[in-house]
């Protein structure tokens, strides 16, 4: 496995590699999901082709207050698992390889991006959009894997590919979980014991939230009372930062009923940790996450 952490190392050795060249985003402190990703993109290069990760913390997509200083950063751990995973290159840049001092043009991505996270956490996705556009351009990948945690990132990417008709495919894989259900995050290890307790009862809100929604005529406003009432018993030191019952391919608000296929998707504040989750509810559930038409 090779490690390098400058563009021009970078590209030397990519020079002549196998395709497909099969690309994993990460923000290092590795965890299952990650892995996942890997494997899957083990499996999509093939025998012949080339599986590249990033490990970056990527510093224009935290907002002031947000946790870039304390970001986990154990780097040969994670070089570790990535040569565990067959990974063939690692890049990792540090922020001034990345961008520049006196940069002026920046990617925004203006309707996806509106509600949830996006609403949360302004500039947070022209951060993403911005650092995985030069990460395509530099890696020069053929297809890219992200996970369906970050559903909203997936979405997002999908449609700045579309509409800026960027060469590569992008595959999003299933969120991985603990055996309680607890979505595997890089800031799970923010929790305390007393909070890694709580912590799955986000998952188990969603699917009550899901199967109340079976019907596929439920109020939204019910459902949303039905999810703040199984944190409110279940996550006695949570908070929710929101909660979006939105529709699954616009991201736009559904405003009276889910009579189609719907996301609920939500943020929950417990201890140091802001710990997000998703259920796709109702029909026709996308094996491979968000299309964008
Ligand atoms: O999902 C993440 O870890 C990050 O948002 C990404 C895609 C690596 C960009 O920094």
Do not use: W
């Not at 509600?115 to 302004?122: A, Q, T, V």
């Amino acid at each position: 496995m090779i490690v390098p952490s400058t563009i021009e190392g970078l590209r030397a050795e990519l020079a002549a590699v196998g395709r497909p060249l099969v690309f994993v985003p990460t923000m290092g402190a590795l965890h299952e999901g990650h892995l996942t990703l890997l494997r899957e993109a083990r499996i999509l290069a093939g025998s012949t082709g080339t599986v590249v990760a990033s490990i970056f913390v990527n510093p224009t997509q935290f907002g002031p207050g947000e946790d870039l200083d304390s970001y986990p950063k154990p780097l040969e751990r994670d070089l570790a698992l990535c040569e565990g995973e067959g990974a063939d290159v690692v890049f990792t840049p540090g922020p001034d390889e990345i961008y520049f001092e006196d940069r002026s043009i920046s990617v925004s991505e203006g309707r996806l991006s509106e509600g949830l996270c996006g609403e949360r956490r302004p500039g947070h996705f022209d951060g993403v959009c911005l650092v995985v556009l030069k990460l395509f351009n530099v890696i020069g990948c053929d297809i890219a894997v992200f996970g369906k945690k970050d559903y909203q990132q997936l979405a997002i990417i999908r449609r700045m590919v579309r509409d800026l008709n960027v060469p590569v495919e992008i595959v999003g894989v299933e969120t991985v979980r603990e055996d309680d259900g607890l979505a595997m995050s890089s800031r799970n290890a923010y929790l305390t014991k007393a909070e890694r307790a709580q912590a799955p009862g986000i998952r188990r809100a969603l699917l009550k939230l899901c199967e109340a929604a079976a019907g596929g005529n439920a109020e939204v406003a019910d459902l949303r009372a039905n999810f703040e009432s199984a944190i409110a018993a279940d996550l006695p030191d949570g908070r929710i930062d929101y909660l979006g019952i939105v529709d699954r391919s616009s991201l736009e608000p559904i405003k009276t009923v889910v009579d189609r296929p719907a996301l609920a998707a939500c943020a929950v504040h417990l201890g140091k940790a802001r710990l997000i989750d998703n259920v796709e509810i109702g029909p026709e559930s996308q094996p491979d996450g968000p299309l964008v038409s």
